[in-house]
């Protein structure tokens, strides 16, 4: 995700230029440093620790795609630093976690953005709109699919902390209310993950106005990167597809749906969402104007405490 991030900086984000990385991988390192800096230019320096990172003069903002539990950890050290943050979602592992570093950011007064970036996703900006038009009542049911090819390192936990916190994260975004319970049934096991986590997984969610969310949930579809969701409206029913296409079922109308090939991961089929948001990221660092898009780390508490219920019904 680190080297996605700094790419898109580098090939479609103005007025911000990649200056420094720091990765325990430092060949990794090494590498993006040589094939960014040919492309824009610019000095690539490599740092052996976050504390040096974020105090290296030619730093103004962090990116945090450290391993989730590391979070906590390097954003206290990048607002100590007072550097802008866009830190990967989520804000931690655990509720618990999540809540004493959101302290920490709110009592530092720097700007900390969080990367759940469907909010900058067309097709889900196109849902918003058709949900808030009132031309299809009110929102129903959620039904979400989030399928990864393969997760190696993968948690029954982490399938709900780690992937299914996307999932919360829109539906808040989407409806604007907070989700009050949420529970998971496990389905049988795939074969092609780990035998000690439950992959797959189906959660079951209710919003404070009742809305019921279903999220299916797969840590090792191995089929390909699919990634879709639902809304049933009283009048209609919205669906974002595989491919990022919105289709409208509407007065008996069933239309056509984008077919092909599926993409291998995240970074294919977002590509629009995290340019989107990296644009925004900057220019609210720039001109100090928040996009209300943006995800704080209020919308990361909010998340983590809708997983941490999940997590609790394990
Ligand atoms: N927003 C999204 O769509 C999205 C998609 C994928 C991943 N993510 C998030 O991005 C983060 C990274 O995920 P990933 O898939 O790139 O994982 P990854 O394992 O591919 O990469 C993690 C990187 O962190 C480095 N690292 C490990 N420990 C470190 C340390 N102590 N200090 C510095 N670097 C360290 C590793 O060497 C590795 O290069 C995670 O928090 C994940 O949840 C977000």
């Not at 976050?50 to 390097?74: K, R």
């Not at 849902?127 to 929102?139: A, D, F, R, T």
């Not at 299914?164 to 975004?173: G, K, L, M, Q, S």
């Not at 992959?199 to 404070?208: G, K, P, R, Y």
């Amino acid at each position: 995700m680190g080297a996605g991030h700094a790419r898109y900086i580098t090939d479609s984000v103005d007025g911000a230029v990649v200056t420094a990385f720091f990765d325990l991988d430092a060949a990794r390192m090494d590498a993006l440093a040589k094939e960014l800096s040919a492309k824009s230019g610019a000095t690539i320096n490599l740092h052996s620790s976050v504390d040096a990172l974020v105090n290296d003069p030619t730093v103004d903002a962090v990116i945090i795609c450290s391993p989730d539990g590391l979070h906590p950890e390097h954003l206290e050290l990048c607002v100590k630093a007072k550097k802008p943050t866009l830190c990967e979602k989520p804000l931690a592992p655990r509720l618990e976690d999540a809540k004493k570093i959101a302290e920490i950011v709110k009592a530092s007064g720097v700007p900390v953005a969080l990367g759940f970036m469907r909010r900058f996703d067309p097709g889900y900006v196109q849902m918003k709109k058709e949900i808030q038009s009132g031309k299809y009542g009110e929102v129903i049911q959620i039904r979400a699919v989030s399928r990864n090819v393969s997760s190696p390192g993968a948690t029954t936990a982490g399938m709900i902390s780690n992937s299914a916190v996307h999932e919360f994260d829109i539906a808040r975004w989407l409806l604007e209310e907070e989700f009050t319970t949420v529970s998971v049934a496990y389905a049988k096991k795939t074969s092609h993950a780990n035998p000690d986590i439950q992959d797959a997984i189906s959660i079951l969610a209710h919003t404070e106005s009742g809305v019921l969310m279903t999220v299916d949930n797969c840590a090792n579809s191995t089929y390909g990167y699919d990634v879709r969701v639902e809304v049933l409206m009283q009048n209609g029913s919205l669906a974002l597809n595989n491919l990022g296409d919105l289709t409208i079922s509407f007065d008996f109308d069933l239309p056509a749906r984008k077919s092909g090939r599926l993409h291998d991961n995240w970074i294919g089929r977002f590509t629009d969402a995290y340019i989107g948001e990296l644009r925004a990221w900057v220019a609210s660092i720039k001109d100090g104007v928040v996009n209300p898009n943006l995800a704080t780390v209020d919308d990361g508490i909010a998340a983590s405490i809708a997983c941490e219920k999940g997590i609790a019904s394990l």
